[in-house]
């Protein structure tokens, strides 16, 4: 008896081992694109909320990314008002969608759910879910470096048998850029399995040997119904069926086994740095961390290079030692690049204002306050800053006061890059489709251009227009390199024989633009007022390219970053690669110079990298 009893004993040690946790069943919505121009994304998520309301089963939903088309404010108050129709908690993360094109940077996603990463605990299995980007530039798949550490924090908490639940809007594979950092991390607790969208279909992965599941998009796409799945944790399994509306949940189409295993000791893939070895005409000075992502230019003075990160804080670093000088501490991410004129510099902020600072102690000389996040780069020209925002304005300030000159309040989308100066012009793109040209002097409308397509992801925003005989030349997502007729704002003429996408650049003497292809490659275009063809074009092992990165000549020699972390050289006349330098894996911003021979880039992980040149 006393044997048999030790031996029922011993069986419920067993199962409550195995079994952690007590079964359950939550929803798994992904890619609900709130922002439809004919309502149907809208119809689509409303039809699912009210199906999850009349299933009691349901414990809780969760929601991994691109919950919106565009990241408007608009879009994000609409999605929340009918997320709100939901008798059971939701959690929810942004996806590229939402982030990308947002005319908060981001910001507002968190502020109107009121979080942008989650850790809950349901019958013994930890939820832990964080965005991801790119942010308000076009790149591949970024998990953003405050996340991470946020991550790091996390875990830290948990007991590593502690099983967990990971949530992403991308896969974490080669789509993220930093799909390692995630992958290496979970790989140190009990993961049970990953859970993301983006793809819009439903698919079973295994990251590096850890279970994952890519969930189909909320959207009917040419079906009658939208659709999102059934997930059913039981003792030993994760089940996912898809469910239609209303109308039926379908037979299981994957499922996770939850019984607990030890990861092997497999080497896999990693990003190598090893090509720095081979450029010894390269050398780095230094290379500075932030705390959070950098998606901007650095300025740089004669002692400092200065920069905004994510969590809104402007940051000074010692050109020599590469220690940090000075910090401001703004309200909002900063995504603009600063600018410099004497002592001061200028830079905005998504807390809605523009900051002027002394550059050499980061003292507060004059704010300026938008109606909204400013997301925009300055231009310091003839003691005048120009600059857009996200408040449907574009304004010329005082340099010396920050006092408002004029503003101009005909814009229907953010701005979100750098304007130029030309015979009286000021010209910049907005995300409502257009490019715009007004009298620096008056702010009054010049004129405003469009490449013909409804599609606000279309617009010229993110390439920062060159200029050469009174002919405006930009790159845009459509793909097209486009020539404007300065003065009337008339296409002269148009050209995707490259394929390019929103990186240019001219060369000193204004005869060559220079362009990044999006097929592993180079291109150069003469100028003129008179349709163009390719000059030539060569594949310096770039790889697939979207990234806005401006080509910038110094000395007779091109530069430009990557999507990998990669900064090249090429010199334009005998069309070779000088070099190439790794700083890290994530988009590089347009790089900038200091003294001859100085080059600093910063990257979208939070790198500053600060190379002697040695021709």
Known sequence: ??????FLLFICVVNLTQAQWSP???AFISDTHIGSPNGSAEEDLRRTVADIN??????FVVLTGDITELGTDKEIKLAKEILSELKVPYYILAGNHDTGWSESGGVSFGKIFGYDKFSFNFNGIQFLGCASGPYVRMSDGHIPRDAVNWLDKELKKLDPKQPIVFLNHYPLDKDLDNWYEAVDRLKQHRTLAVLSGHWHTNRRLDYEEI?????????????AYGGYNIVEVRSDSMIFAERTPGIETKKPWTGVDLSEKKFSNKKYPRPIYTMNDSFPSVKQRWVYASEANIISTPAITQQLVIVGNSLGTIEAIDKTSGKRK?????????????????????VASGDGTIYCLNHTNGKLIWQFKADAAVLGSPLIYDNKVYIGGSDHHFRCLDLATGKQKWSFSGLEGPVVSSPVFSNGKIIFGSWDRHLYALDAFSGALSWKWNNGSMVRNFAPASCIPVVQDDIVYIVAPDRYLSAIDMQTGTTLWRTKE?????SIGISAD?????TKTMTDGFAVFPTGRSPQSLAWKKDFGIGYEHVPSMPVEKEGKVYFGTKNGIIYAIDPYTREKLWRY????????TVNFGNTNELVASTMDGKIAFLDLQY
Request: aromatic content about 10%; cysteine-free.
């Open 54 to 59: 009349s299933m009691p089963e349901i414990a």
């Open 498 to 502: 490259a394929t390019v996408r929103e």
């Open 211 to 223: 279970p994952a599941v890519v969930g189909r998009s909320n959207l009917r796409a040419k079906a």
């Open 582 to 589: 790794k700083i890290d894996n994530s988009m590089v911003n």
């Open 326 to 346: 000075w910090k401001y501490q703004t309200k909002g991410s900063v995504y603009s690049s600063p600018a410099i004129h004497q002592n001061k510099v200028v």
């Open 24 to 26: 359950f069943r939550f």
């Open 510 to 514: 204004g005869k060559w633009l220079y």
């Open 1 to 6: 008896m006393k044997k048999r009893l030790l």
